[in-house]
């Protein structure tokens, strides 16, 4: 444990049995977890750390991440994470970022999907492949970002596996959703889109887009109109939207 010391790097050389690791509120700006492949327990809060990379170390279970200007978060393949805490949002259930399915009376509904809210970031790329949730005996497959106001820019091209996207009432002026072929949901309402193409996403269910007012100009819907079910475009502040749904599949929307 070397938490609390304001130390800025950290030499872990030939630690290959290190199954725990402490370093909260410190001032670091990386860590060498390539160099403990056993980690498990990872307490990193409270550092300068931009990168939360787990992808060397398979066999963490349990990491507390929280209070980092983190801009990339790489998963890939941490199948046994169970606990991961990344920002400060409200935590009812003690799940921190891998949160289940819940109702209104929150019983449980569904498998793990992984949350975060109220970022500060402006950019925020994410790769959650392997991830998976005991519990179903299943992969992590949902995404959650949203309430984060200054994020303009959500990079969730690696994460092939996913099929629901909720990134609503963030500040989006772009996305790119073209490597994401197994989405069936996608939630996006109340961000700054311009445009969104959704083409090629033979899946899709759901398209949420609401609240985007004048800024959205143009929706592609290529390849999906004889599987989406569920479009919802206007809402009662952007009223003055007209589209027309035209013979290729895309909508042309004009103020």
């Not at 056993?38 to 787990?54: G, K, T």
């Amino acid at each position: 444990n070397v938490s609390e010391n304001a130390i800025t790097s950290l030499a872990m050389s030939d630690l290959d049995k290190l199954t725990y690791l402490g370093c909260w509120n410190n001032q670091l700006t990386e860590l060498p977890l390539a160099e403990c492949p056993n980690l498990e327990r990872l307490l990193a809060n409270d550092n300068q750390l931009a990168v939360v990379d787990f992808s060397p170390v398979k066999k963490i279970v349990y990491a507390k991440m929280q209070n980092n200007p983190f801009t990339s978060v790489n998963l890939n393949g941490c199948a046994a994470l169970t606990y991961l805490s990344l920002d400060t949002s409200a935590d009812a259930h003690g799940e921190g970022c891998l949160r289940a399915e819940r109702d209104d009376k929150q019983n449980v509904i569904g498998p793990r999907r992984f949350y975060l809210s109220g970022l500060p970031q402006t950019s925020l790329e994410l790769d959650l492949s392997g991830l998976w949730d005991a519990d179903y005996n299943e992969p992590v497959t949902g995404v959650i970002v949203i309430g984060c106001t200054k994020l303009t820019s959500l990079d969730v091209s690696k994460f092939t596996e996913m099929t629901y996207l909720n990134a609503a009432k963030n500040a989006l002026t772009a996305i790119d959703l073209s490597a994401n072929t197994a989405l069936e949901q996608v939630i996006l309402n109340d961000n700054k889109l311009s445009a969104i193409s959704v083409k090629g996403l033979e899946k899709l269910a759901l398209l949420n887009i609401v609240g985007m007012g004048a800024t959205m100009t143009n929706i592609d819907l290529e390849g999906v109109t004889t599987v989406l079910e569920e479009l919802y475009i206007v809402s009662a502040k952007d009223n003055s939207i007209k589209w027309a749904k035209n013979g290729n599949g895309t909508l042309t929307i004009s103020g």
